[in-house]
């Protein structure tokens, strides 16, 4: 499997669902909700997002238009875990948070900003989601780590 560690690079929210977020100082998780402002959070299996620095590094690769944290919509931006790997059921600290992996990619709406102007989105691949298990803070330069494997 991939490394145990990652840090987080960005922390990133939207106010309304299908737009691309922007990063903000930090975030705080709760349990049975996602992260405070967000337009994602709800009591459902996708309150947070996660994607590798790497995935986007790759599409950077191939395309002109600079990507940015929040470009995808995700909410955590990382860098040294392939999280995509993750198995469904993997526990994760993200910061002082305690979150499970629930679902890895997901389907791509057509109106999604990045693809419209990309041509291609690595969320739908190589993005995951987690539910938040019991409530913390993120914020960039803190570690994501794997607290277990189902």
Do not use: Y
């Not at 987690?130 to 494997?149: Q, Y």
């Amino acid at each position: 499997m991939n490394n145990q560690t990652a840090t987080i690079r960005a922390v990133c929210i939207s106010e309304k669902k299908g737009q691309q977020k922007h990063p903000v100082e930090s975030v705080h998780l709760r349990p049975e909700h996602g992260i405070d402002g967000d337009a994602h959070a709800g009591k459902w299996h996708r309150q947070v997002s996660l994607l590798g620095q790497d995935s986007v590094n790759r599409l950077q690769e191939k395309i002109s238009i600079p990507l940015f944290p929040g470009a995808f919509a995700e909410n955590i931006l990382c860098e040294g875990m392939e999280v995509f790997r993750l198995p469904v059921g993997a526990r994760l600290r993200i910061g002082t948070a305690l979150c499970e992996v629930t679902q890895i990619g997901k389907e791509c709406h057509a109106d999604c900003a990045i693809r419209q102007q990309a041509g291609d989105c690595v969320m739908p691949r190589e993005g995951i989601f987690v539910i938040v298990l019991e409530e913390g803070d993120a914020r960039p330069g803190d570690k994501v780590e794997v607290v277990s494997l189902p």
